[in-house]
């Protein structure tokens, strides 16, 4: 049997959780489909409803909710999952999986509709990733502000060899109009 990997995400803190499902969960979850509830005594998190909101497949097929059955199919997109839109009216023709969960899903995305007392964000277990959220992923700014003296350097450097070359070549072509007459 094939573990799930489970992104449990909390829209009201904007945090996410890495779990990696046991088999007596994944065996659970299996034929359920995006947007049914789960509860949480199934994992072993009393008190907690889960909302299946998507997945992915072992190969990293985005699972759609309009696809039904546990199948990929090409379908022409317009908008939604699996398209990341360039220009407006585009539409492409892309790869997806079905909405069931089935043993060959990877990855199924979980968001917390009803808490419980546990913490799932402030405890660390054996297997499960740190909690992050948008704010925390962003680079810090000090490494870019050290990187623009040093490009300000080169261009004056630049500046100062140019003027060097100018006047040779100035003399340079003088030197050949002497010549010519």
């Given at each position: 049997?094939?573990?799930?990997?489970?992104?449990?995400?909390?829209?009201?803190?904007?945090?996410?959780?890495?779990?990696e499902a046991?088999?007596?969960?994944?065996?659970?979850?299996?034929?359920?489909?995006?947007?049914?509830?789960?509860?949480?005594?199934?994992?072993?998190?009393?008190?907690?409803?889960?909302?299946?909101?998507?997945?992915?497949?072992?190969?990293?097929?985005?699972?759609?909710?309009?696809?039904?059955?546990?199948?990929?199919?090409?379908?022409?997109?317009?908008?939604?999952?699996?398209?990341?839109?360039?220009?407006?009216?585009?539409?492409?023709?892309?790869?997806?999986?079905?909405?069931?969960?089935?043993?060959?899903?990877?990855?199924?995305?979980?968001?917390?509709?009803?808490?419980?007392?546990?913490?799932?964000?402030?405890?660390?277990?054996?297997?499960?990733?740190?909690?992050?959220?948008?704010?925390?992923?962003?680079?810090?700014?000090a490494p870019?502000?050290?990187?623009?003296?040093?490009?300000?350097?080169?261009?004056k450097e630049?500046?100062?060899?140019?003027?060097?070359?100018?006047?040779?070549?100035?003399?340079?072509?003088?030197?050949?109009?002497?010549?010519?007459?």
């Amino acid at each position: 049997m094939v573990q799930f990997k489970l992104v449990i995400s909390d829209p009201k803190t904007g945090k996410t959780v890495q779990r990696e499902a046991s088999e007596d969960d994944s065996s659970r979850l299996n034929g359920m489909k995006i947007g049914d509830i789960v509860k949480g005594e199934t994992m072993g998190l009393t008190g907690y409803e889960f909302e299946i909101t998507g997945g992915s497949d072992y190969c990293g097929f985005p699972m759609r909710r309009d696809i039904t059955g546990i199948r990929r199919k090409k379908i022409l997109i317009v908008k939604g999952i699996g398209l990341n839109k360039t220009a407006k009216g585009m539409k492409k023709r892309k790869t997806v999986a079905g909405n069931t969960i089935h043993p060959k899903t990877a990855q199924i995305n979980l968001k917390i509709v009803k808490a419980g007392k546990e913490n799932l964000f402030e405890s660390k277990k054996e297997g499960e990733v740190e909690a992050t959220s948008a704010e925390e992923a962003k680079p810090a700014e000090a490494p870019k502000a050290e990187e623009k003296p040093k490009e300000e350097v080169k261009p004056k450097e630049k500046a100062e060899e140019k003027k060097e070359e100018a006047p040779k070549e100035e003399k340079k072509e003088e030197k050949t109009k002497e010549k010519k007459e």
